[in-house]
């Protein structure tokens, strides 16, 4: 495990470490995931739409990656876009979330991935509300909601534990 202070050009804005886990320790967060979240995570896979079991979270909290624990979501920019996965009009932190091209599957769509641990979340579009005009649409599993009030998850031992 790595506990050494971070290099202040691995800090996003909000302070948390951007360092991509080592081979040790992803391959100890890949062995704590289900066979679904391997899915989604490290294969790019996508949830059954309106399945999820975040779709209807509505406590105050935050949506962090379910691989390492980086804050990714806030609740206040949660939103029912009707398309059956949790929604959000904007990331807790510009540079918690790496844009990625895809063109898979004939179409060409902007997918969204931890910019730690470079896991699947899921995609961007230019539909949703002001102001940002975005709309993340995320899978459940790819998440883990932390109310508001508890520590964060923080399986690398960065300190990252909280809000």
Not at 54 to 76: H, M, N, S, T
Request: glycine content about 10%; hydrophobic content about 30%; some cysteine.
């Amino acid at each position: 495990m790595t506990n050494l202070a971070p290099d202040a050009a691995n800090l996003s804005p909000s302070g948390y470490d951007l360092t991509p886990p080592d081979d040790a320790e992803r391959a100890r967060l890949e062995a704590d995931l289900n066979e679904e979240e391997r899915r989604v995570l490290l294969a790019h896979g996508t949830e059954a739409p309106f399945c999820g079991t975040l779709l209807g979270e509505k406590r105050v909290g935050i949506f962090c990656c379910r691989e390492c624990g980086l804050p990714l979501f806030r609740q206040g920019t949660k939103f029912e876009s009707g398309t059956g996965w949790p929604s959000f009009s904007e990331p807790v932190d510009e540079a918690h979330v790496k844009a990625i091209t895809d063109r898979s599957y004939g179409m060409v769509r902007t997918e969204t991935r931890c910019a730690r641990c470079d896991s699947h979340q899921g995609h961007v579009f230019p539909d949703g509300p002001p102001p940002s005009g975005l709309r993340y649409c995320i899978n459940s599993v790819a998440l883990t909601f932390v109310a508001e009030g508890e520590a964060l998850p923080d399986p690398l031992g960065r300190g990252d534990g909280r809000a």
